[in-house]
């Protein structure tokens, strides 16, 4: 029996009862962990197991936010510290080689940790390009303000993540950076004129259309759709994701529970299918909202279910590596911006 077209949260550090049964019963496609899901690496490996013979699948995807910096849901005491993207543009700004090395190194790195809980995609890498009025929430995230600059730490991170086995996900589709709010709490609003949104916001992403998967950017573009946000706009999934960007991958809705998004969580859900996405994420573990998705969402099937398969497809087994002097090299080039 195929998946339903939805990727979901849990509440906690194991399964309870009222999970694994909607587990069972409405067979999401994929997973996601958050901070409150994790407490140490085999507790993690053991809820990872969990979810996927829930699923009754062994290749359900389980994804996770690990960027470095200020997104990073595996930290210490069990996992170590990674720097943000930030740290990879300063490099770069010093010479382009050392930070390309630096970015492929660290998500290689971060590679590592997630296959031993058998995590196998990242959202990451980040293709947003910040302005210098936009508010904080890509901020030092971003790889810098060039969207050449952008694309091409952004490839060097998603090189790391396919060598170490790890599927990427690139966001936040078709540009986060230009937006005045955070659309965890409100829906931003960007009125840029779109042969500029051309040249630099959607630029950065053109030359990663062919990654495997994206996720999209709660944002209104009002050049191109002034009452939708990209998630739920026809337009801007049509013409710019798929048509201008070039993107034919799995396409995936930000969370779908962000104060962004208006309505309930089934109008919201409806909204995201309707424009086009081919998977609704819900992150919050609210088991409420969460049968309010998978009441919405349709079994997968056609392209949607193509692209998943292809994704899935797409995954390659780790190359060896050498943690520590992977770790050692990483280190001496992050001491030349002082970012260890």
Not at 105 to 126: F, H, K, Q
Not at 205 to 234: E, G, N, Q, Y
Request: net charge negative.
């Amino acid at each position: 029996m195929a998946s339903r077209a939805f990727i979901t949260g849990v509440s906690g550090l194991i399964l309870n009862d009222a999970e694994r049964e909607f587990i069972r019963a409405e067979r999401p496609w994929g997973f996601i962990l958050f901070k409150r899901n994790i407490e140490s690496p085999a507790q993690v490996a053991a809820l990872v197991g969990e979810l996927r013979s829930a699923a009754d699948t062994a290749d359900a995807p389980v994804l996770i936010d690990q960027e470095g910096g200020r997104v990073q849901r595996l930290g210490p005491p069990h996992w170590p510290l990674y720097p943000p993207g930030a740290s990879f543009s300063a490099l770069y700004d010093i010479a382009p080689k050392l930070g390309l090395t630096a970015a492929r190194l660290t998500s290689r790195l971060i590679a590592a940790d997630l296959i031993d809980l058998g995590i196998t995609v990242d959202c990451l890498p980040l293709a947003d390009v910040p302005v210098a009025d936009a508010d904080a929430v890509i901020g030092n995230r971003a790889y810098g303000t060039k969207p050449e600059q952008v694309a091409t730490i952004a490839r060097a991170v998603t090189d790391g993540l396919e060598q170490g086995g790890v599927l990427p996900v690139l966001k936040h589709i078709p540009g986060h950076g230009r937006a005045t709010a955070d659309s965890h709490f409100r829906l931003p609003t960007v009125d840029t004129a779109k042969i500029e949104l051309e040249r630099t916001d959607f630029a950065a992403f053109r030359p990663l259309a062919d990654l495997p998967m994206a996720m999209t950017a709660h944002v209104v573009f009002s050049a191109l759709d002034p009452v939708h946000p990209a998630t739920t706009s026809a337009t801007i999934i049509d013409q710019v994701i798929r048509e201008w960007i070039g993107f034919q991958g799995l396409l995936m809705s930000d969370d779908v529970s962000m104060n962004a998004l208006a309505g309930s969580i089934a109008e919201r859900t409806r909204a995201i299918v309707s424009a086009g996405c081919d998977m609704v994420l819900h992150c919050n573990g609210n088991i409420d909202e969460m049968r309010e998705v998978a009441r919405e969402t349709p079994e997968l099937a056609g392209k949607a279910l193509e692209r998943a398969e292809a994704t899935l497809a797409a995954r390659k087994p780790p190359q060896p590596l050498d943690r520590q002097a992977a770790r050692a090299e990483l280190d001496a080039l992050l001491d030349r911006v002082g970012t260890a």
